[in-house]
């Protein structure tokens, strides 16, 4: 499984940005597949995840301002991002489960796609 990580850019606070992230190879459907960040001198955290049955989990730090989906036709997941808070700024990465547990741990997922920087601004 390849990912592909876009829609990052800048944005000032309180605003809004749409994250994606196009998966390549089989049986996406049956991933789980998260969204993690980090920003500079800190450990990658869980942001998001979405399991295949669409059973989903937030961080606590995101929970009522992020979104994330999928649409398996487009092998795509994509995390909506509203009310960003500069603290939001960090380097986006996408994953994948092919177990398909949906966890908000780092290790538990195979694969990953490039990063995607959001910077928030005051």
């Known amino acids: 499984v390849q990912l592909q990580a876009s829609g990052g850019g800048l944005v000032q606070a309180g605003g809004s940005l749409r994250l994606s992230c196009a998966a390549s190879g089989r049986s996406f459907s049956m991933h789980a597949l998260g969204w993690f960040r980090q920003a500079p001198g800190k450990e990658r955290e869980f942001v998001a995840t979405i399991r295949s049955d669409s059973i989903t989990n937030y961080s606590d730090s995101v929970k009522g301002r992020f979104t994330i989906s999928r649409d398996n036709a487009k092998n795509t997941v994509y995390l909506q991002m509203s009310s960003l808070k500069l603290e939001d700024t960090a380097e986006y990465y996408c994953?994948?489960?092919?177990?398909?547990?949906?966890?908000?741990?780092?290790?538990?997922?195979?694969?990953w796609g490039q990063g995607t920087q959001v910077t928030v601004s005051s």
């Open positions: 994953a994948a489960d092919p177990r398909g547990l949906g966890t908000n741990l780092v290790y538990q997922y195979m694969y």
